[in-house]
């Protein structure tokens, strides 16, 4: 059981941790190539096209959905750890709770 | 203008970790008074602000395992599904009526957070969804069990309710039910608090980036700010006695009571 909770742990803790590195990237990127910045982030797949062609928005745009995503991995480990302890009822609630956040997530893209 | 906003989102992400809130009240106002940026860039960076505090605040949270995740997550079905039902009946109820409703919750949870009554309410098992975790300030073992789920169930919905409706995001009132009615321990009920907001903005997020809600300029520095601030917000919130964690809570549930009573009448 402790192993899932230093997982999560792990997890946020690296998640935010390439999150700050790309939003901090993203601010270097765009002190040295300069240019005006879009007014709106970008979701994935745009996102990545921009990372991949060095845009400062693009790194922008990526570390904030890095950041979005941590409370995903946060609530997929509980799942996992009611599962693992064999508590039914816990592990539906919260695997309800995900199914909305991902709906939510979906939801923005149309 | 970045090194303001990165200054007040440290502030706001210390704040909003050590009381389990969500800082949107905190951010959203400083941002758009003292600065001239458009009310929904405003929101877009506080729901990034939100999550920002949630998760840097959960890696101490959960590393001294404060927070109560079945409780938690309970609470979430709740008030996400009175969420929904808001979002479907907004058009049907006046807003003036909502924002004196939840200025009322406030100042309701201010009242009964303060005072001797609540601290002195001892916090024992209940047999229902018994949790522990360990003080870092008295350094002993605080055993509890939830009190009224029912009750805390029906509030969530309401909460969920409203908050969907006022786009506001809530910890302010279900910090407050899980302590007072619920029997939760302070402490625990900040983290699990602070861990519910993370999802309930994680959730609308990706709405709030397609409608245009987020702007770089100002949620970059925010979520700087805010996960250099939480991080230590929640360490020192773990440490600080309760007494003084409980006196911060009751006067910034006052500040957010009038501030949206004023909101009412402005």
Known sequence: MKNIERLVHHVLLWGLALSAALLLGGLIVWAFRGGELPTTITMPPASFADLARAQPIGFFSTGLFVLVLTPFARVAGSIVLFAKAGDRRYTAITAVVLLVMVAGLLLGRV | ?266
Request: no cysteine.
């Open chain 2, 1 to 266: 203008m970045f090194l303001l906003i990165f200054l007040t989102a440290v502030v706001a992400g210390a704040f909003g970790s050590m009381l389990g809130i969500g800082g949107a009240l905190i951010l959203v106002p400083v941002i758009t008074l003292f600065l001239d940026v458009p009310m929904k860039v405003a929101i877009g960076a506080s729901i990034i602000g939100v999550i920002a505090t949630s998760s840097a605040a959960q890696i101490v949270y959960v590393d001294h395992g404060i927070t109560h995740t079945r409780l938690g997550m309970a609470l979430e079905l709740a008030t996400t599904v009175g969420a929904i039902g808001g979002a479907l009946t907004a058009a049907m109820v006046d807003v003036r009526v909502l924002q004196l409703l939840f200025a009322i919750m406030l100042f309701w949870a201010a009242w009964s957070m303060r005072g001797r009554r609540a601290a002195r309410r001892p916090s024992i098992p209940t047999g229902v969804l018994d949790d522990q975790f360990l003080d870092p300030a008295t350094q002993t073992v605080v055993r509890y069990g939830v009190r009224h789920l029912p009750l805390g169930l029906g509030l969530s919905l309401l909460a969920g309710n409203v908050s969907g409706l006022l786009g506001v995001g809530g910890g302010a009132v279900k910090m407050p039910v899980m302590h007072v009615i619920m029997g939760v321990p302070l402490k625990a009920a900040i983290a699990t608090s602070n861990f519910m907001i993370g999802v309930t903005a994680a959730t609308s997020a990706a709405v709030y980036i397609g409608k245009g809600f987020v702007d770089p300029l100002i949620a970059v520095p925010t979520a700087l700010g805010v996960l250099l601030g939480a991080q230590g917000g929640a360490r020192l919130a773990s440490r600080l006695p309760t007494r003084v964690l409980r006196t911060l809570m009751v006067l910034t549930l006052t500040v957010f009571a009038i501030q949206m009573l004023w909101r009412t009448v402005a």
